[in-house]
């Protein structure tokens, strides 16, 4: 008698590829009830360092994990972080929570790939809720190194009109940006920060494809520029402090300068989401500090070490954040 073939799992889990946009697309819309435009997507996940893996069945894709590249400073020394973002699992999958699941299957699939020595990605960073992160901790996936808070400051006129004036950023200004970020990566070499020179701020902020991002060299007369601020304009929520880049010594000025910038707009507040790092320097007597619902975790499964050599040394601003 001829043996049955065999069976085949219900899960196939694979890279994700260009030809997947659609149905990843349609999952996105799914799993978070908006959608994504496709030049975001594109903008994420279309870069030759971007990585992903998806989860099928007979259905259809039902799971996803992305990855975008990160070139960091660790401790001063230069390795490439993956940012994990836009994970989901198709709702009717969402109770599947084991390690037979699609979420389980989709992330062990990607740090198979990866993640980890000798593969390209060193290690991990994300920002999932509080919730999101407690599932990748109970499957031994994830541990959390840090807590994103908010900053909040007032944008009282007398206090913006004496702060440090600039002007926009210009292609131009290139090299000035370069050594912004050399100086404050020297100021910043016990912690993990994300790369921000030119080539950076260029791509994150000048070129997105969706969100403007007003953008300030604050200048001195006669003297370098004391940093780089980008806000995002929330309109009746207030403006977001994205990023600055400068001597940690000048954060408190290139603060004041956003404050301005932020009245120029009309807003009345002022706000930044920041790890624990950033937030012990901007935060000033005069901020608002609190908690928010967003934990940085990293990828522990197969280098256990990350969490204690990662752990409280973050800095991490909105901008880091890829939908914001």
């Known amino acids: 008698m001829k043996a049955s073939p065999p069976v085949p799992p219900r899960w196939q889990v694979r890279e994700a590829l260009a030809a997947d946009e659609p149905a990843l697309l349609a999952l996105f819309a799914r799993a978070f009830g908006s959608t994504m435009p ?35 400073l660790f401790m001063g020394a230069p390795t490439t972080a993956v940012q994990i973002g836009d994970v989901m699992v198709d709702p009717a999958w969402r109770g599947v929570l084991t390690r037979q699941g699609p979420f389980y299957r989709a992330a062990t699939g990607f740090i198979e790939r990866w993640m980890g020595a000798e593969r390209r990605y060193d290690f991990a960073f994300g920002f999932p809720s509080d919730r999101a992160c407690r599932l990748g901790v109970a499957l031994r996936l994830y541990e959390a190194m840090d807590r994103i808070q908010e900053v909040e400051w007032a944008t009282a006129a007398g206090e913006a009109a004496a702060a440090p004036r600039g002007r926009a950023l210009e292609a131009r200004d290139a090299p000035l940006v370069d050594r912004l970020w050399r100086a404050m990566a020297r100021d910043l070499g016990e912690c993990a920060v994300g790369v921000r020179d030119w080539a950076y701020v260029r791509e994150r902020y000048v070129e997105h494809p969706v969100y403007r991002y007003p953008t300030l060299l604050v200048t001195r007369r006669f003297l370098p520029p004391l940093g780089l601020v980008v806000l995002r304009d929330h309109g009746e929520q207030g403006a977001e402090l994205m990023d600055v880049v400068g001597r940690v010594a000048h954060m408190p ?14 807003r009345q507040r002022l706000f930044a989401w920041a790890s624990p790092a950033v937030v012990r320097v901007l935060a000033g007597a005069q901020a608002q500090v609190r908690d928010t619902e967003v ?21 991490l601003m909105s901008g880091d954040v890829d939908f914001r």
Do not use: C, H, M
């Open 295 to 315: 934990v940085v975790p990293t990828i522990v499964w197969q280098q256990p070490e990350r969490v204690r050599e990662l752990r409280d040394r973050w800095w």
């Open 38 to 72: 496709p030049a975001l997507w594109r903008w994420k996940y279309a870069r030759p360092q971007s990585r992903a893996t998806l989860v099928e069945n007979e259905a259809g894709v039902v799971a996803f994990y992305g990855g975008v590249a990160r070139p960091v």
């Open 253 to 266: 000025a290139l603060v004041q300068a956003a404050r301005r910038l932020a009245r120029q707009l009309g």
